[in-house]
C-alpha cells in the first residue's frame, strides 16, 4: 500500500506533540530534551546561541552538540499516513 499525506496529523506526532528531541544526550545521558523548546524560542528572538546555552546549563560539548544538531524532520515524515 503506498503512503499517502494526511492533511489531519500536519505537525502532529501520534501523541499530539509537535516534535521528537532526544531526551537525553547519547554521550553523557544528561536531560536535555525539555531544554529545546525554551532554546528554539530565545534563538527566534535573537540571542546569540552561545549565551542562550550557557544560560540553559549546557556546559559540555556533547550536550550542545545535540541541541545545535537537531532536525525536525518529523514535521516531513507526518505528511505521509499508510
Aim: negative net charge; hydrophobic residues 30%; glycine residues 6%.
Amino acid at each position: 500500500m503506498p503512503l499517502r499525506k494526511d492533511p489531519e496529523r500536519k505537525n502532529r506526532n501520534h501523541t499530539g506533540e509537535e516534535m521528537i528531541v532526544p531526551v537525553r544526550c547519547f554521550t553523557c545521558g544528561k536531560p536535555i530534551g525539555h531544554l529545546y523548546a525554551k532554546y528554539k524560542e530565545r534563538i527566534e528572538a535573537g540571542e546569540d546561541p552561545k549565551a542562550v546555552l550557557d544560560d540553559l546549563g549546557l556546559e559540555r560539548y556533547c550536550c550542545r552538540r545535540m541541541i545545535l544538531t537537531h532536525v525536525e524532520l518529523i514535521d516531513e515524515i507526518l505528511e505521509y499516513s499508510i
